[in-house]
Each structure stands twice: as C-alpha cells, then as structure tokens.
C-alpha cells in the first residue's frame, strides 16, 4: 500500500515438506516491528489496515472476505496452467 507493506506470505519447502504462511497487518502494535527486520525490510516499511483505513475489520470480520479472494485467486492459476487442476 503505497510502498508500505501490509502483510507477508510465506513458503518454506525442506526435505520434501512444505511449510506456508500467511499475515495481514490489521491493528498490531506497530512498535513491535523495531524488534526485527520483517522480511530484511526497514521496520517503518511495515503498515496495517488500523493506519490505512478509518476503521481496521476484526480478524472474524476479514477473514472470510481475505479466505474468499485467497480462493478467487488459486482458482485463477489452477485454470492458467491449462490442466484446469488436474494432474
């Protein structure tokens, strides 16, 4: 958001198993950051719904609407590989 980051996904893969990660910034504690480098990035990168919106949603009020275009978009690239997700 305006060269500020609002969230993270994450993937890990290590023997064989994968690991992933997902973060939307809503109203952390922002000086929280100062306390690490989020993504090798300068802690005042960081940015949250709570500092771009009037009002931040709760985690219940965001997660379907985050869960419903998370959906929209693995939907997309399963139909954009051509197999329509089939192996």
Sequence with gaps: VEGKKIGSIGLH???????????????????????????????????SMDQCLSRSPSAVEAAPRVAGNVLGAISELRHLDGTGGRE
């Excluded at 893969?13 to 993504?39: A, D, I, R, Y």
């Design 13 to 47: 893969l290590k023997h064989g198993v994968s690991m992933h990660g997902f973060c939307l910034n809503l109203s952390p504690t922002m000086e929280h950051f100062s306390l690490l480098q989020p993504c090798g990035l300068s802690p005042e990168t960081m940015t």
